[in-house]
């Protein structure tokens, strides 16, 4: 059974910065597609950024150029860097693990970016 733990979430001030991390339990890791996703209230979980095994990365158009996924495989853990955050940022967010098509989830991490 996998397990995700996030952690890094808080309260910032427009233009601030946070680093997310997500720790995982198991060893199919290095084998899984990584992702972060986040849900704010009233709105539709969303697809924030991935990282495929092999490293290829993706990015929601919202956060492009200034968010950063990334992974370590050593600490089976996923990073999300954010930068220069907005209020529109403010969400709860999730470690997503995919892999042989089944996802898990993590229990999710607040981040909150005020004006």
């Known amino acids: 059974q996998v397990q995700l733990v996030e952690s890094g979430g808080g309260l910032v001030q427009a233009g601030g910065s946070l680093r997310l991390s997500c720790a995982a339990s198991g060893s199919i890791f290095s084998i899984s597609a990584l992702g972060w996703y986040r849900q704010a209230p009233g709105k539709q979980r969303e697809l924030v950024a991935t990282?495929?095994?092999?490293?290829?990365?993706n990015y929601a158009d919202s956060v492009k150029g200034r968010f950063t996924i990334s992974r370590d495989n050593a600490k089976n853990t996923v990073y999300l860097q954010m930068n220069s955050l907005k209020p529109e940022d403010t969400a709860a967010y999730y470690c997503?693990?995919?892999?042989?098509?089944?996802?898990?989830w993590g229990q999710g991490t607040q981040v909150t970016v005020s004006s």
């Open positions: 990282i495929t095994s092999g490293g290829r990365l």
């Open positions: 997503n693990l995919n892999i042989y098509l089944r996802d898990y």
